[in-house]
């Protein structure tokens, strides 16, 4: 059960215009005021126009640890990012195309999926039953496991392209298509091509080869009993992180460090289902529909809730990490409306 709370509060408050100043205060008082009501556990990053203005860390890592910003989270679904990212460099090297049929590199695939693309895995109209919903999940979880549910299926959930629907299943076998085409693990990958080169020294994919992490938190219930992660799927989830990788993540994203501007525009587009509608999720990414410069995305599984935003026109970033089944996503809410507030 956790007990106490400690808080460490962003250094540089003084350094900011008098606006920024106000909007650090209040996102502090929400923060302090969600975690006293005990509705907010965990690491806060907030940054607008290329400088972080709100950073700090509220509660405790396990039941005699307190959190510090540095604490790694399981990510949970903020991985599928860093996987259609690995998509997206290997098809701008023309290692693979975005509309080749999975099977190419997963031939034991049944029949039935024959007609499933890259891309409909990318964007979750593939048809495929997601394993969490078909009660497939359980402690242990490795890649191979769900490639087993995924051979054993008899039938779709719908015509590939013809619909949205989410799918953890569809964003495993990416990461096994991603490890068929680059000759890596997809561990390996991430690392090498993705956290290495933008400094991202505290992240990890847990695939079950790696040794034991650090200075990570520990995942609770609301009540406060542990509940923590213990798979090893990569691709749909797997990855461990702290709020200032992250943010070193969402500049490299401004900046088109690891793919060409037109090659990251992919992953910010609505995929177009067969009927010619929209539908608003990128590559790894929720899409607003009334508002394109608006990308984020979620992650929730087991003790952890995390969540990146992302305002690509105003340039205002809002990370949240918690070890607790809080509703991060009403926190962020929150926060944006400070920021439209104080504008």
Known sequence: ??????????PGL????????????????????????GKFNGTVLVAERGQVIFRKAIGMADDSRPLEIQTRFYLGSLAKAFTGMAVMMLAEEGKLSYD???????????????????????????????YYAMGKYVDGMTNEMV?????????LEFPPGSRYAYSNT??????????????????QFVKHRVFEPLGMANSEVIDGTHPELSLKAVGHTQYGEINDY?????????????????????????????????????????????????????????????????????????????????????????ILLSNFTNDVGAIKEEIVKIFKENR
């Open 230 to 318: 213990q798979a090893f799927t990569t691709g749909a989830g797997g990855i461990y992180s702290q709020v200032d990788d992250l943010y070193l993540w969402d500049q490299a994203l401004d900046k088109n460090t690891l793919v060409k501007k037109r090659t990251l525009k992919r992953a910010f587009s609505p995929a177009k289902l067969k009927n010619g509608a929209p539908s608003y999720y990128g590559f790894g990414w929720v899409l607003d529909k009334d508002n394109p410069q608006i990308v984020e995305h979620s992650g929730s599984l087991v003790g952890f809730r995390t969540y990146l935003y992302r305002d690509i026109e105003n340039k205002i970033t809002v």
């Open 100 to 130: 080749e049929k999975v099977n190419t590199y997963l031939p034991d695939l049944p029949d039935i999926t024959n007609d499933i693309t890259i891309r409909n895995l990318l964007n979750h109209t593939s048809g495929l039953p997601d």
């Open 14 to 37: 003084l350094q900011l215009t008098a606006t920024a100043q106000d909007t650090a205060a209040n996102i502090d008082s929400l923060i302090t005021k969600k975690h006293r009501s």
């Open 147 to 155: 490639l087993e549910v995924a051979v054993n299926l008899d039938s």
């Open 1 to 10: 059960m956790l007990k106490t709370a400690c808080i460490l509060l962003f």
């Open 170 to 187: 569809g964003y495993v076998l990416l990461s096994l298509v991603i490890e068929q085409v680059s000759g890596q693990k997809f561990r």
